[in-house]
């Protein structure tokens, strides 16, 4: 590693040890410390201060922290509390949202303002999950009926728009003609361990991990990172995208896992991921945001408010749809919530595609980055003003 490298890697620690106290000392704002990271990695980055780039050991860094985010969507879901009618609202809620999609992202095509509708439509479907159940946890929302709806909503934006664009490219490309087929096969493997993990667990081999979780072999962690690591490259190997390998990991090592040694399992993954991993890859993203692409380009300033705008309509007018559990107060709320997005994976995808421009890609996640920075707030505001009214409701006699 040069010199100059390990100089952006120790800038890259202090803006991750830095941030939470920014994030404390403006507590009116409420600013999203991962919005917080990707700006400063865009500041101290070659495009404004110039003080930090992303080197080769940095991004190979950032891609751990990649799969170990995607790894902990997988690990922090309760199947147990969206089974049923979440479930099945996330699932009727995304295709209503693939429509919706759909059309604009090829309406935008025809009027030649992107490259491929259905690149764009599937950002546009995107949900980040990965970003929002922190931020459940922190409101005590993840536990709730509308966590539940936040939670399965979020899922279907997570694995749905990847696995449209994958299949899609695939399709479309004849050196990659078996791609479907190993799909099937990478399945087949995932729903294999699914199986294994719920109805094999040998009382020796459990033992054994739960007796070596508080020493210094942490045979449980180094475990459930052999499983990640594995899933990634096997993902890889079968020509999809290395996201998917995580989510599963996530899922399996989850399903593994249940209980008490299950959330202590999970508490120590998040110190790893987000102590190390996770900030490192959300300030490198910052670092190779292309800034000049977004400020010179008359069509990216125009299309991040149309994106933003397009973020509330393809996912926040299908959360109406939730009207048996949710008033619509808590409707509106899971729309911003499930309007909120950071569409990294599918730019990414779409730029190795040569199927979405620089100017496109930079309006995207400076689209995202916005919803990430006022979505949420605007959704537990509308929670806590329907907990405010609630209370003030039965705190208020009842005339005789």
Known sequence: MEINELHSLLLILTIAAVGPFVCEWI???????????????????????????????????????????FFLVGFEIDYQAIRGRPLAFGVLGWFASLIICLLAGFG??????????????????TTALGTLLPVLRDADELRTKFGAYTMASGAMGEFGPIL?????????????????????????????????????????IILVLQEKMHTSAQLPVRASILVLASLVV??????????????????????????QHGTELRHKLEGIAFGFFVPIFFVTTGLRYDLRALLSSRLALLQLPMFLFLFLVVRGLPALLARRDLDLRSRIALGFLSS???????????????????DTAAALIGAGMLSLLLFPVIALSLRKAKA?????????????
């Open 27 to 69: 507590p009116y704002l409420r600013l999203p410390l991962v919005v917080l990271e990707i700006v400063l990695g865009i500041v101290f980055g070659p495009q404004v201060l110039n003080l930090a780039s992303a080197g080769p050991t940095i991004q190979v860094l950032a891609t751990f922290g990649l799969a170990f985010l």
């Open 108 to 125: 935008l095509q025809g009027l030649g303002v992107v490259r491929s509708g259905l690149i764009v439509g599937a950002a546009l479907s």
């Open 164 to 204: 449209l664009v994958v299949l899609a490219l695939s399709s479309g490309d004849d050196e990659h003609s078996g791609s479907v087929l190993l799909m099937i096969l990478f399945t087949l493997v995932i729903v294999g361990g699914a199986y294994a993990a719920i109805k094999l667990r040998p009382p020796k």
């Open 234 to 259: 096997l993902a890889r190997n079968f020509r999809m995208d290395a996201v998917l390998g995580a989510i599963a990991a996530g899922v399996l090592v989850a399903l593994a896992s249940p209980g």
């Open 340 to 358: 909120t997005q950071l569409p990294l994976v599918i730019t990414i995808i779409g730029i190795k595609a040569n199927a979405v421009s620089t």
């Open 388 to 400: 405010h009214s609630f209370r003030f409701s039965w705190a208020t006699p009842r005339p005789r």
